[in-house]
């Protein structure tokens, strides 16, 4: 009796915890929460575009380019690899975390490309999320996700213009070109082919994954005393989240302006606002620099070429990578497109007049800082609701 009970509870356990989706907006607090934590322990926040920015310069330099005139490269500091970097190691242990949560739910299984529209969309969407994310030096996390709690004035303009693209992107999309294709065909037999074998195909990606994940944390055990297995156990949590909360800041947009539905963004700007607390209490305690940067064209710019890349190409930084990991060839392109996006911005950089690039830094330090800061948040969340309920009243 007591073995059947712990078979059903550990059968409800893989149901609910393993199996299903969690709660977008559930997922995307906890997310806050522990990229808070990341914060605190490493001084940095949850990011991945700069390391992106990283290996395309590496790629390049396997081709015998010399970036040592290139002042982009430079700054963004090219010393060591991706297993000896707190970013590379982190954006490995999230591919690694989306694996583990994909495959434990059977959810890792090739699809294609829908179309050569789609396939375009996405090479240039990912190409152009690429350039405007380091255009501003930051995607929709360092800018945005956890740019907004770390009191620089430059992440609300960012978000302003990251939303004008968004807005832009969508008109673009209305467009025939772009619009989904389908085609009825009237059969007698079934058409879905189910792969026989997904289940299995699974539990051997699953078993590779943890493999993986123990191999490499031993390895970095062994070569460091606890940064980077640290940063490595943060990305598995980040990368399970993701995938499990299917948390992708382009559906929260598209989901808000076009499907009137604004839980998701709403919890995302109450677990920014909860996280700025958190982020002022460690800035008072000391040993901790918030990012702050200058607010120029360049950034706006950026900003607006990244907010149009992500819905142009269907996924932000956070959506492209769980998705790629699933199967979804779309995604993979999306990938490829951001690094070849960062590439473009690093080799131009250079070329772009100072006037361009150069702004203010306002940093909004103090108790002062935290209201205003917290002001901010509260206008976005009544502009949700206000938004939300006018859209649904129409």
């Given at each position: 009796m007591?073995t059947?009970?712990f078979?059903?509870?550990?059968?409800h356990?893989?149901?609910?915890?393993l199996?299903k989706?969690?709660s977008?907006t559930?997922?995307?607090?906890v997310?806050?929460?522990?990229?808070t934590?990341y914060?605190?322990i490493f001084?940095?926040?949850f990011?991945?575009?700069?390391?992106f920015?990283?290996?395309?310069?590496?790629?390049l330099?396997l081709f015998?380019?010399?970036?040592s005139?290139?002042?982009y490269?430079q700054?963004q500091?090219?010393?060591?690899?991706?297993?000896t970097?707190?970013?590379?190691?982190?954006?490995?242990g999230l591919i690694?975390?989306?694996?583990?949560?994909?495959?434990?739910?059977?959810?890792v299984?090739?699809?294609?490309i829908?179309?050569?529209?789609?396939f375009f969309?996405?090479l240039?969407g990912?190409?152009?999320?690429?350039?405007?994310?380091?255009l501003a030096w930051g995607?929709?996390?360092?800018?945005?996700?956890?740019?907004?709690?770390?009191f620089?004035l430059?992440?609300w303009v960012?978000?302003i213009?990251?939303?004008?693209?968004?807005?832009a992107?969508i008109?673009?999309?209305?467009i025939k070109i772009?619009?989904?294709?389908?085609?009825?065909?009237?059969?007698?037999?079934?058409q879905?082919?189910?792969?026989k074998?997904l289940?299995?195909?699974?539990?051997?990606?699953?078993?590779?994954?943890?493999?993986?994940?123990f191999?490499?944390?031993?390895y970095?055990?062994?070569n460091?005393?606890?940064?980077?297995?640290?940063?490595?156990i943060?990305?598995?949590i980040f990368g399970?989240?993701i995938?499990?909360?299917?948390i992708?800041?382009?559906?929260?947009?598209?989901d808000l302006?076009?499907f009137?539905r604004?839980?998701?963004s709403?919890?995302?700007?109450v677990?920014?606002?909860?996280?700025?607390i958190?982020v002022?209490?460690?800035?008072?305690?000391g040993?901790?620099?918030a990012?702050?940067?200058?607010i120029s064209?360049?950034?706006c710019?950026?900003?607006?070429?990244f907010?149009f890349?992500?819905?142009?190409?269907g996924?932000?930084e956070?959506?492209?990578l769980?998705?790629a990991?699933?199967?979804?060839?779309?995604f993979?392109v999306?990938?490829?497109?951001?690094?070849i996006?960062?590439?473009?911005?690093?080799l131009?950089?250079?070329?772009?007049?100072k006037?361009?690039?150069s702004g203010?830094?306002?940093k909004?330090s103090?108790y002062?800082?935290?209201?205003?800061?917290?002001?901010?948040?509260?206008?976005s969340i009544?502009l949700?609701?206000?938004y939300a309920r006018?859209?649904?009243?129409?």
């Open positions: 007591k059947s009970n078979g059903a509870e550990l059968a356990f893989h149901q609910n915890y199996s989706f969690y977008n559930k997922a995307v607090m997310l806050s929460i522990m990229a934590l914060f605190a001084g940095g926040v990011a991945v575009t700069g390391e920015t990283r290996i395309g310069g590496e790629i330099e015998g380019m010399d970036l005139s290139y002042s490269y700054k500091n090219l010393n060591g690899t991706m297993l970097r707190v970013d590379g190691v982190m954006i490995i690694i975390g989306c694996l583990l949560a994909a495959s434990v739910a059977n959810k299984y090739f699809r294609k829908a179309s050569k529209t789609r969309q996405a240039v990912g190409i152009l999320a690429g350039f405007g994310a380091r995607c929709n996390l360092a800018n945005f996700f956890t740019g907004l709690p770390y620089s430059h992440t960012f978000a213009f990251m939303c004008l693209g968004v807005a992107a008109l673009v999309l209305k772009f619009a989904p294709r389908y085609e009825m065909i009237k059969t007698n037999t079934p879905l082919k189910i792969d074998n289940e299995q195909k699974n539990k051997i990606i699953l078993f590779l994954s943890v493999i993986a994940f191999v490499f944390f031993a970095l055990a062994s460091d005393t606890k940064n980077l297995p640290t940063a490595l943060f990305g598995v399970w989240l995938q499990k909360g299917q992708c800041f382009t559906s929260c947009f598209r302006f076009l009137k604004y839980s998701f709403l919890a995302l700007f677990s920014m606002l909860v996280a700025s958190f002022f209490a460690l800035l008072n305690k040993g901790y620099n990012k702050v940067l200058e064209l360049g950034l710019t950026g900003a607006f070429i907010g890349g992500i819905v142009f190409a996924g932000c956070c959506g492209f769980y998705r990991v699933e199967g979804q060839t779309h993979i999306v990938g490829i497109g951001n690094i996006g960062t590439m473009l911005i690093a131009n950089y250079d070329l772009l007049p006037w361009f690039l203010e830094k306002i909004l103090g002062s800082g935290l209201g205003i800061n917290i002001a901010l948040f509260l206008i009544a949700i609701l206000f006018r859209k649904n009243e129409n």
